[in-house]
């Protein structure tokens, strides 16, 4: 029986969200419509994925800009000035309440509807304000808000958060009935794991998956002028200075069986900077790697075939990422089938055991009479 540990990468769907309706009231004292939102997506506090069932008790606050289009007319209007905003880096900041019910943070950030029908273009990103986001940076084309993130993701699976950017072009009382859309747009990629073994024979148990020389450090947003219309993209750059390692939060029940299952906690899941990377190279060792930035497994585990231990301590899986933006890849350990399970110098793990055979011919022999 060969032994030894490999990894399958599989790419998942990224998870769709449902939105809410919500509706901010005209001020019955004011003849002016208050500038109110709808949320179709949302982030969500730690690494969670955020899905329809949960994303009103996560979403907590978003910045929001708008703009008076390219081409705008009207009293009082300037093509492409800030119209929402106390400036091209702060935004108006909408408070959630968790039930889909969205205000303003404070009474003078309070925007209504201009008395003009020229259009507004709006961006925003969530969370409004996050220890990953070390600064925001803007520049303005076609009438339009290009928000942009400067971002770095911390090691604690704890304070990762599911930053995400939205943008609505075009936009007036009259066509939107008072209310905004805003279709939130993930920045990042979502990491998960699962494990199984090849065979009911082999056995494991894990006690940790470390993504090892990730990047951690760039920018997150509409990175790309948009066009006449105030359509943009959402985009990243990605610094290739700084590298972090991150270890995945592992579900209670860390036993491997044949049967694949999660290794990945509820609130497990990584979300990192979309990115490529170079995979660890066996031919050198992980102090090579972590000087080259090359990327890898650290798992930590105990495997078994039929009750003898094959390896008691920790396997280097060479791994290259190639992650884009609002995409949940989940990634399958395989224990005892394929190759890929090294020590820090790059040696095979567990080595199969392996033959080399060899036939000759067969040979005439006469085996002489036989009397009945």
Same mark, same amino acid.
């Not at 509409?222 to 290739?240: C, E, Q, R």
């Not at 008691?312 to 396997?315: A, F, K, V």
């Given at each position: 029986m060969r032994k030894y540990i490999f990894m399958a990468a599989m790419l998942a769907a990224s998870t769709a969200f449902v939105g809410c309706s919500n509706d901010e009231s005209e001020n019955p004292k004011d003849s002016k419509t208050p500038i109110s939102f709808n949320i179709t997506n949302h982030s969500g506090t730690r690494a969670t994925p955020t899905t329809s069932s949960n994303y009103l008790s996560r979403v907590s606050d978003f910045q929001v800009w708008?703009?008076?289009?390219?081409?705008?007319? +009207?009293?009082?209007?300037?093509?492409?000035?800030?119209?929402i905003g106390s400036s091209d880096t702060n935004g108006a900041t909408i408070n959630g309440d968790g039930s889909g019910n969205w205000s303003y943070a404070t009474?003078?950030?309070?925007?209504?509807?201009p008395p003009t029908t020229a259009p507004l273009n709006f961006q925003a990103i969530t969370p409004a304000s996050d220890a990953s986001i070390t600064s925001i940076s803007n520049t303005l084309s076609n009438g339009l808000a290009h928000v942009v993130a400067n971002v770095t993701i911390p090691t604690a699976n704890s304070a990762q958060r599911d930053i995400m950017f939205a943008t609505t072009p075009g936009v007036t009382k009259s066509t939107s009935s008072g209310k905004v859309n805003l279709? *939130?747009?993930?920045?990042?990629?979502?990491?998960?794991?699962?494990?199984k073994t090849a065979n009911s024979a082999i056995t494991a148990e894990i006690s940790e998956i470390t993504l090892c020389n990730i990047l951690n450090t760039g920018q997150v947003g *509409?990175?790309?002028?948009?066009?006449?219309? +105030?359509?943009?993209?959402?985009? *990243?750059?990605?610094?290739?200075s700084t590298v972090a390692s991150y270890s995945v939060g592992l579900a209670s029940d860390?036993?491997?069986?044949?049967?694949?299952? $999660?290794?990945?906690a509820s609130d497990g899941a990584l979300i990192l900077l979309p990115q490529t990377t170079?995979?660890? $190279?066996t031919s050198s060792s992980i102090t090579t790697a972590n000087t080259n930035q090359q990327t890898y497994i650290k798992v930590g585990c105990k495997v078994y075939d039929n009750g003898v231990t094959l390896v008691?301590?920790?396997?280097y899986i060479p791994f290259k990422a190639d992650w884009v933006q609002g995409k949940k890849y989940t990634y399958t350990l395989v224990f005892g089938s394929g190759s890929g399970g090294y020590d820090e110098n790059g040696n095979p793990q567990i080595v199969p055991i392996s033959f080399s055979i060899s036939s000759a011919d067969w040979t005439a022999v006469d085996g002489g009479s036989i009397n009945a």
């Open positions: 708008g703009y008076f289009a390219s081409g705008a007319t +009207g009293a009082g209007v300037t093509a492409g000035a800030r119209y009474a003078s950030e309070m925007a209504f509807w279709a *939130f747009k993930h920045a990042l990629a979502q990491i998960l794991f699962n494990a *509409f990175l790309a002028a948009g066009d006449a219309a +105030g359509v943009v993209n959402l985009g *990243f750059s990605t610094s290739t860390k036993a491997v069986t044949s049967t694949a299952k $999660s290794m990945t170079t995979a660890w $190279s008691d301590g920790y396997i």
